[in-house]
Each structure stands twice: as structure tokens, then as C-alpha cells.
């Protein structure tokens, strides 16, 4: 599957991004999707993920209660809705997808899309 992450951009802090992450080449219903960041300097984390079907979500402390990971099968695309932004918060956001694996650990995805950066401004 290839994946195409999109949407970040220039935002102040306190405003909302909506990013999102297109698949192609194969049954994107049945794979996991986790997003991951990278600031500058620092190592990637985990950001968020969800199942094939979106019935379990897993969020890491820094963003629940901001962030909302989602997905339509029909569409081939996962959504990262971002709110309440922080400074904290700029990076290159990834998404990753696998058919076995849902979780926080990076290795556990095969795929991985190109990032889209996401600045917020204090």
C-alpha cells in the first residue's frame, strides 16, 4: 500500500489542522494506520493510531483529549483532526500503515507514507 500524507501547514497556536493520509494499491480496509511525528532535533514519536475498521483508537498522553484520529474505508483515507495546537506540537507528521500491527512502536508498520510539516506558531 502507498500512502500520502497531507494538509499540515502554518497555524497560530491554539488553531486546528486536519491532516490527511491517502492509500493506495491495496485493501486499505484491512490495515492498522498510525501517525508518528519527528520535530526537529528530537526522535519519532507516536502520535496516534487506529484499527482496520476504527473501533479501537490509541492515543499517545501528550495529545488525547486534542487530537482525533479517524478513517472512511470508502475513501481509502485516514484523518488526523488536531486541535487546540501547540508549540510542542510542530513537526513532520507521518502516517504508517500495516495489516498486522496496531500500535505505538514505529517498527511495527511496513508502510510508510511521506510526511506533511506542521509549524504552530506561539
Known amino acids: 500500500v502507498q500512502l500520502q500524507a497531507s494538509g499540515g501547514g502554518l497555524v497560530q497556536a491554539g488553531g486546528s489542522l486536519r491532516l490527511s493520509c491517502a492509500a493506495s494499491?491495496?485493501?486499505?480496509?484491512?490495515?492498522?494506520v498510525g501517525w508518528f511525528r519527528q520535530a526537529p532535533g528530537k526522535e519519532r514519536e507516536f502520535v496516534t493510531a487506529?484499527?482496520?475498521?476504527?473501533?479501537?483508537?490509541y492515543y499517545a498522553d501528550s495529545v488525547k483529549g486534542r487530537f482525533t484520529v479517524s478513517r472512511d474505508n470508502a475513501k481509502n483515507t485516514a484523518y488526523l483532526q488536531m486541535n487546540s495546537l501547540k508549540s510542542e506540537d510542530t513537526a513532520v507528521y507521518y502516517c504508517?500503515?500495516?495489516?498486522?500491527?496496531?500500535?505505538?512502536?514505529?517498527?511495527?508498520?511496513?508502510?510508510w507514507g511521506r510526511g506533511t510539516l506542521v509549524t504552530v506558531s506561539s
Open positions: 487506529i484499527n482496520w475498521n476504527g473501533g479501537s483508537t
Open positions: 504508517a500503515a500495516d495489516n498486522y500491527y496496531t500500535g505505538s512502536s514505529g517498527r511495527g508498520y511496513n508502510y
Open positions: 494499491g491495496r485493501t486499505f480496509s484491512s490495515y492498522a
